[in-house]
């Protein structure tokens, strides 16, 4: 079973940009949609982005269309999310999650431990 190691996140200012990455080890990457989650203070945890395992094909929530980047890399088993015009309704911990896709975003079989990103006005 495949484990994920996120990386990257931290602080920065409104209009910053930050860059997470996600590490995929064991399991078999190509088999794999990965994406992102996020999990604002004292809200549920919600979808972010997604890179399916079929065609590379990416979605996106409505709140960071246009301004969040998603890519991967099976060589190097890494899903990057690159986030840019940050805001700071952006503040989450975000989570790297890889799973099956479905309709509304996708099944989640393994999370990352997650990783702060804090985004001040």
């Known amino acids: 079973q495949a484990q994920l190691f996120e990386s990257g996140g931290g602080t920065a200012q409104s209009g910053g940009s930050l860059r997470l990455s996600c590490l995929v080890a064991?399991?078999?990457?190509?088999?794999?949609?990965v994406g992102w989650f996020r999990q604002p203070p004292g809200k549920e945890r919600e979808f972010v982005s997604l890179?399916?395992?079929?065609?590379?094909?990416?979605r996106y929530a409505d709140s960071v269309k246009g301004r969040f980047t998603i890519s991967r890399d099976n060589a190097k088993k890494t899903v990057d999310l690159r986030m840019d015009s940050l805001k700071p309704e952006d503040t989450a911990v975000y989570y790297c999650?890889?799973?099956?896709?479905?309709?509304?975003?996708?099944?989640?079989?393994?999370w990352g431990p997650g990783t702060q990103v804090t985004v001040s006005a």
């Open positions: 999650a890889a799973g099956v896709e479905n309709v509304q975003s996708m099944d989640v079989v393994q």
């Open positions: 064991g399991g078999t990457f190509s088999d794999y949609t």
């Open positions: 890179t399916s395992w079929r065609d590379g094909s990416a």
